[in-house]
């Protein structure tokens, strides 16, 4: 089956530019979805479809996606933004959703 | 607006059958393309997708939890029930159920989120 890799941690200062990455063989032919995840509450769907934002989410989150890794990208880093960002696709060989790993932001 | 909220036991005992029941607002899962998913996540670990059915039946699981889940609609038009048999304690874990559309991919909103415990 399909797999994700995430890295465990990632950390920025505030005011800085946090970049978390999704890594998955020929990901770029994907469509990828990433969700913000603050402790004790649901996932909340920040970027889909590569990089499209739901509404009420901030310009600052984006996302890309090319050869075999994806990207969130998060800029002008808050205090706020501290939380776990879980990459998702849908596997299309299976015909279901897939969850990566997870990532940590930390603000330091 | 769109709400979800699961409901069901905290506490199973090993073997036991789990029933979960997620109940929504705000849409009609007899609408074209609505879809709902079941996903876990274990203490201080990843999200696990479980299930997922659609307006006109169509249904998914996760291939290594096949066998032991059914997702249907529920007797309620706004409810969908997850049962997961031979629970045991790694099954122990939050458990969401969330909305998407078929096409779409991603999962748009969530429940809160109930706890299970599995534990003799």
């Known amino acids: 089956s399909y797999v994700l890799t995430q890295p465990p941690s990632v950390s920025v200062a505030p005011g800085q530019t946090a970049r978390i990455t999704c890594g998955g063989n020929?990901?770029?032919?994907?469509?990828v979805h990433w969700y913000q995840q603050k402790p004790g509450q649901a996932p909340v769907l920040v970027v889909s479809?590569?990089?499209d934002r739901p509404s009420g989410i901030p310009e600052r989150f984006s996302g890309s996606d090319s050869g075999n890794t994806a990207t969130l990208t998060i800029s002008r880093v808050e205090g706020g933004d501290e939380a776990d960002y879980h990459c998702?696709?849908?596997?299309?060989?299976?015909?279901?959703?897939?969850f990566g790993g997870g990532t940590k932001l930390t603000v330091l | 607006q769109i709400t979800l909220k699961e409901s069901g036991p905290t506490l199973v005992r090993p073997t036991q059958t789990l029933t979960l029941t997620c109940t929504f607002s705000?849409?009609?899962?007899?609408?074209?393309?609505?879809?709902m998913g079941w996903v876990r996540q274990p203490p201080g670990k990843a999200l696990e997708w479980l299930a997922l059915?659609?307006?006109?039946?169509?249904?998914r699981y996760s291939p290594s939890l096949m066998g032991r889940l059914t997702i249907t609609k529920g007797t309620s038009k706004n409810q969908v029930v997850l049962r997961m048999t031979n629970m045991d304690p790694v099954d122990t874990a939050t458990y969401y159920c969330?909305?998407?559309?078929?096409?779409?991919?991603?999962?748009?909103?969530w429940g809160q989120g109930t706890m299970v415990t599995v534990s003799s």
């Open positions: 705000g849409f009609s899962l007899s609408t074209g393309g609505v879809g």
């Open positions: 059915i659609y307006w006109d039946d169509d249904k």
């Open positions: 479809d590569d990089d």
């Open positions: 020929n990901i770029g032919s994907k469509i």
């Open positions: 998702q696709v849908w596997d299309s060989s299976s015909d279901h959703p897939v």
């Open positions: 969330a909305h998407t559309r078929r096409g779409f991919g991603a999962f748009d909103i």
